[in-house]
């Protein structure tokens, strides 16, 4: 089960993103508690009893009791993902880091919706040891330190692992925000490829050749730095 709050002070808003979360997770089989809080007060009072795993949350103008409450619960709370409904002059603020991971909504149509909801679901279900991804109709967890390397195309992006590959619609640059605090290191060797280090076997300042015996190119010196300062330090190389 996971616990979705949503904090904004229209009843429209609320009722519409209630109703939109339930049928988005509901068509992917995830189980959830949907709480629906009006201010900042309501919403410390519902985390007082239940935290919530994602939190959807109003940060247009005047909304900065509420920024508060949702700082104040995500100490409380650190593994918690928020979306943040934002307006068109949206500028960032200096906590705001302290939400990570954050997702920011420009607005709120059903398309922005499901697709925040989504990203936010695959985060607040990733733990420190496992990726998860939708591949209709169901979502896949797997083990990170089992997956070689993601490789995008197009719109879809690739997961290699030891027993074969699979697919899934996201973006790798999304891919990598949700991995980049996995136990396992992974580091960006071109636009298309994010590789799990502990895979690479050999390192040249064209390609890296790993374990399985695939040869990756990388596009940047930057990386290629990257890559050989963590092969030095790490002790399985």
Not at 154 to 161: A, D, Q
Not at 172 to 189: H, M, N, P, Q, T
């Amino acid at each position: 089960m996971m616990n979705i709050a949503l904090c904004f002070s229209s009843d429209t808003d609320l009722l519409y993103l209630k109703n939109e979360l339930a049928q988005c997770f509901g068509r992917r089989g995830v189980l959830v508690h949907i709480c629906c809080c009006r201010d900042a007060q309501a919403l410390i009072r519902h985390a007082s009893r239940v935290l919530p795993d994602i939190l959807f949350f109003d940060m247009t103008d005047g909304q900065d009791a509420i920024k508060k409450a949702v700082l104040h619960i995500k100490k409380q709370h650190p593994s918690m993902v928020s979306v943040a409904a934002v307006g068109k002059r949206y500028a960032s603020f200096p906590e705001a880091v302290l939400l990570e991971p954050l997702y920011l909504m420009p607005d709120m149509s059903r398309r922005q919706l499901w697709a925040c909801a989504a990203n936010a679901y695959e985060a607040a279900a990733n733990d420190g040891d496992s990726f998860t991804y939708y591949r209709r109709p169901e979502y896949i967890r797997m083990p990170v330190h089992g997956i070689r390397y993601f490789a995008s195309e197009g719109r879809r992006t690739h997961v290699i692992f030891d027993e074969g590959s699979d697919a899934f619609y996201k973006k790798l640059d999304d891919v990598e925000r949700i991995i980049r605090d996995k136990g396992c290191c992974f580091l960006r060797i071109h636009k298309s490829y994010l590789v799990n280090v502990n895979y690479i076997a050999v390192c040249s300042r064209r390609c890296v050749t790993l374990t399985s015996g695939e040869r990756l190119n990388i596009s940047k010196y930057e990386y290629y730095r990257q890559i050989i300062a963590l092969l030095k330090s790490s002790p399985m190389h």
